[in-house]
């Protein structure tokens, strides 16, 4: 889980470094930074637990590092959801960012087309306001949890649906 954890932090500061936008990427950077310190920590901690006596505080200790880990991040996947929103210069095409900028873009796509549905498709309420109740929006959490398991220190395992070409960063 603490490999995996940094596989979050390269995906942050990929899409970070492509942020036109100062305050997301610094916003995403930070987070990636949080995150990268929860997984060192978590990574030590479970090397410790593997060789010592098993205690429950240790146990819970390890519990309580793997939850933090996963609300850091969470918090990297909003913020790059964050920086999609402004936008994401163009990597080069056949590179690690340009996969990661593909994922993004994607999702990106994905959102706009739900909140285009959502518009057309939604009922009304009494005053002629959208209700909101309908189907969640797409998130890159929900793209994250369709992909294979993650290899450490590998965020092109971050794929974009087949057929799709990275050919602008706006949808």
Request: charged share 25%; net charge positive.
């Amino acid at each position: 889980m603490a490999s995996d954890g940094r596989v979050f932090v390269r995906f942050g500061r990929l899409v970070a470094k492509n942020c036109p936008d100062k305050s997301c990427s610094s916003e995403l950077l930070r987070a990636a930074e949080q995150t990268h310190t929860i997984s060192s920590q978590l990574g030590i901690v479970a090397r410790v637990k593997a060789v010592t006596a098993e205690s429950r505080s240790a146990s819970e200790l390890l519990v309580s590092n793997a939850q933090n880990l996963l609300q850091a991040i969470l918090h990297v996947l909003r913020a790059a959801e964050a920086a999609c929103i402004k936008g994401l210069h163009q990597p080069p095409p056949d590179s690690e960012e340009g996969e990661v900028a593909a994922f993004c873009i994607q999702w990106r796509k994905n959102l706009s087309r739900h909140r285009a549905e959502e518009c057309l498709n939604s009922e009304r309420d009494e005053l002629g306001l959208r209700k909101t109740q309908a189907r969640a929006e797409p998130t890159l959490t929900a793209m994250v949890q369709e992909q294979p398991p993650l290899t450490k220190n590998n965020p092109k395992s971050l794929k974009p649906v087949q057929g799709h070409a990275l050919t602008s960063s706006h949808p």
